[in-house]
T-cell receptor, first 114, second 115 residues
């Protein structure tokens, strides 16, 4: 069964600190892995998209890594800001064919406190 | 990234009435639009996929007569919740994609409350 599991479920950090969020998946084969940021009451916003051949991708203070062998991905946030408080969701897109449904993780709820 | 506009952002309606939610791609042609539903602290659940000019494909367990989807143009799709019940209260999100294998962009979401 295709699954995406994220940890931790929630996280509280102080402003300015770094943090790393984890994503484990069983989707195989897959086309790409995405990290989204979802503010409360808003739609998801894409942070990074990585294909199976990419190991790392950065977007400002966000850096995602991917290990296709162990089926793990991480999202590292550097120098956190109050506006980083949100849910971070890992999403895996299965490979080709008719079944293109994205497999969504439950997300990690991040709270950045002053 | 491309812009997808969803309207309204919040709506409160009475039980038994119908509510229409619009999803527009503002700066690209959306060949495919997706409609999701999200409950508190849960992941997005795909409800249906619609291709411009075709009937929507609904996921298992989603009533097509209750959630009417229209994708009449390359920039607009609508979701109509018919005969709304309190259990239909949820956060509805659309996303739009151009060509296959390109990224899909999400709308801001619509918070529906049925009283």
């Amino acid at each position: 069964k295709n699954q995406v599991e994220q940890s931790p479920q929630s996280l509280i950090i102080l402003e300015g600190k770094n943090c790393t969020l984890q994503c484990n998946y069983t989707v195989s084969p897959f086309s790409n892995l995405r990290w989204y940021k979802q503010d409360t009451g808003r739609g998801p916003v894409s942070l990074t998209i990585m294909t199976f051949s990419e190991n790392t991708k950065s977007n400002g203070r966000y850096t995602a890594t991917l290990d296709a062998d162990t089926k793990q991905s991480s999202l590292h946030i550097t120098a956190s800001q109050l506006s980083d408080s949100a849910s971070y969701i890992c999403v895996v897109s299965p490979n080709a064919g008719n079944n293109r449904k994205l497999i969504w993780g439950l997300g990690t709820s991040l709270a950045v406190n002053p | 990234g491309a812009v997808v506009s969803q309207h309204p952002s919040r709506v409160i309606c009475k039980s038994g009435t119908s509510v229409k939610i619009e999803c527009r791609s503002l700066d690209f042609q959306a060949t495919t639009m997706f409609w999701y539903r999200q409950f508190p602290k849960k992941s997005l659940m795909l409800m249906a996929t619609s291709n411009e000019g075709s009937k929507a494909t609904y996921e298992q367990g989603v009533e097509k007569d209750k959630f009417l989807i229209n994708h009449a143009s390359l920039t607009l799709s609508t979701l109509t919740v018919t005969s709304a019940h309190p259990e239909d209260s949820s956060f509805y999100i659309c996303s739009a994609r151009g060509q296959v294998d390109t990224e899909a962009f999400f709308g801001q979401g619509t918070r529906l409350t049925v009283v």
